[in-house]
């Protein structure tokens, strides 16, 4: 066997000063590698596919950033549109054109939504939506699906039990009972979980809010009728029904999962892939709904940087370049690749194993599955993906750090480097 173990003396010096001076050394929990073992490794530049980590080491990308690089790290054009928008500044706080650009754009692609507000983050545009939610019906109780991730504020950390729902209790402490007591959560595709919810608490839910394909799960798609069922449910009870497509918006398809599976939610919210690579998030919706939002209506909701003209330029430019001919098919076809082929892999080399994708977002499970909810998708062998990891990382492939998180591809991957992926994955299979 080769020796693969590369050289990250500087990564591992940077890493553990870095400790020292934010909490776990990282500015987001993930990133420090605790649910794979071993170190993270210390980014130096990005481009296209590849990462270079500070020690000079070359990685093939399939994080991109967690979703915003959808057209591979710094595309030359989207450099070359924000270096132009840099000149003219980088903060505004008053209207600009860039934003009337960016949500007609949004208004377009997205079934769903006829008016936007951008906001800075998906978490932001989550908590805003939430508010939104309960102002436009009058109630105060919502659904969430166990394992879905909708950011971190207060009202969304709730990880249900075991039980068919249960009645939210905070995830993380300094959550107060009162911020999620409105909060109920089923498990994913269960719609009489769901049925049971709005018949114990009739007239007092105000909507239904889900990621329509998991992504913060490990890659978990809708079972057949789940999102129409949510849609007949909602419309029978007066709820609403939100999508949460930060991470599927523009990536499942150029108009989400709702364009994809033709079910259209009230509600939706959006980011990664929006901003371009630049914090971003939005929220948009039925025009009768956004009306409501200050200052056209009463419900608060306010960002200094808010529409910010850098986020607004990278997030046109790369919606531009996505509606290129063939870009969600060159995606579909180089990711079903590797997804397909890491399944047979793992099932040649004698792992209980599942997994799938759609579009550029694909994920595997070390389970035999199949994986429809989190309880299913909890069933993984966690230690045995985190030596996965660790092997493709000393091979040169930079995967998510997590069992249950997602893995993306982008337009710059190519053929070669899904086979490369594809023969680091059967060199680490053989020896886990
Ligand atoms: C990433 C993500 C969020 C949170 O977005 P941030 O920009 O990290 O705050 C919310 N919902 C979903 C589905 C996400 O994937």
Not at 84 to 92: M, V
Not at 125 to 150: N, P, Q, S
Not at 170 to 187: C, E
Not at 300 to 325: C, D, F, R, V
Request: glycine share 12%; charged share 20%; aromatic share 8%.
């Amino acid at each position: 066997m080769v020796n693969t173990t590369i050289k990250t003396t500087k990564s591992q010096e940077i890493f553990a000063a870095a400790q020292n001076l934010m909490p776990g050394g990282v500015s987001s929990p993930v990133r420090a590698f605790k649910s794979v073992g071993g170190q993270p490794i210390v980014f130096d530049r990005v481009k296209g596919a590849y990462i270079w980590d500070v020690d000079g080491n070359q990685y093939i990308d399939y994080v991109g950033t967690w979703g915003p690089a959808i057209c591979g790290h710094t595309h030359p054009e989207v450099i070359t549109a924000l270096h132009e928008a840099l000149e003219k500044g980088t903060s505004f706080g008053a209207p600009s054109v860039l934003e009337n650009i960016l949500a007609e754009m949004v208004i377009a692609a997205v079934p769903s939504i006829e008016m936007v507000r951008f906001v800075n983050s998906g978490t932001e545009a989550c908590m805003a939506v939430l508010r939104l939610m309960r102002a436009f019906t009058g109630r105060d109780k919502i659904i969430k699906f166990e394992g879905c991730y909708h950011g971190h504020a207060d009202m969304f950390l709730v990880k249900a039990g075991s039980g068919v729902a249960t009645l939210g209790l905070p995830d993380s402490p300094g959550v107060p009972k009162s911020a999620t007591s409105h909060t109920l959560t089923a498990p994913f595709n269960d719609l009489e979980a769901v049925k049971e919810l709005f018949e114990e608490n009739s007239d007092q839910i105000a909507g239904v809010i889900l990621e329509p394909v998991v992504g913060n799960a490990g890659f978990i798609p809708p079972d057949a009728g789940f999102l129409e069922g949510l849609r007949e449910l909602t419309q029978e009870h007066g709820a609403l029904l939100v999508f949460d497509e930060v991470m599927t918006g523009f990536r499942i398809a150029y108009g989400g999962a709702q364009e994809k599976f033709g079910v259209t939610p009230d509600l939706t919210t959006l980011g990664k892939i929006i901003g371009g690579g630049l914090p971003v998030g939005a929220y948009g919706g039925r025009r009768d709904i956004m009306s409501m939002v200050a200052p056209a209506g009463p419900v608060y909701q306010a960002g200094t940087l808010s529409g910010n003209p850098l986020a607004m330029t990278a997030g046109i430019k790369t919606l531009e370049l996505l509606q290129k001919q063939g870009t969600y098919e060159y995606l579909d076809s180089i990711t079903k690749k590797l997804a397909e082929g890491l399944l047979q892999i793992a099932h040649q080399t004698g792992h209980a194993a599942c997994g799938g994708q759609i579009s550029g977002m694909f994920g595997l499970f070390f389970t035999n599955g199949p994986v429809h909810n989190y309880e299913d998708a909890k069933k993984s062998d966690t230690a045995k993906f985190g030596r996965f990891h660790r092997g493709m990382l000393e091979r040169g492939i930079y995967l998510a750090p997590s069992q249950f998180e997602a893995g993306f591809t982008s337009i710059a991957h190519t053929e070669e480097d899904i086979e490369r992926t594809l023969t680091a994955a059967r060199d680490v299979m053989s020896t886990l």
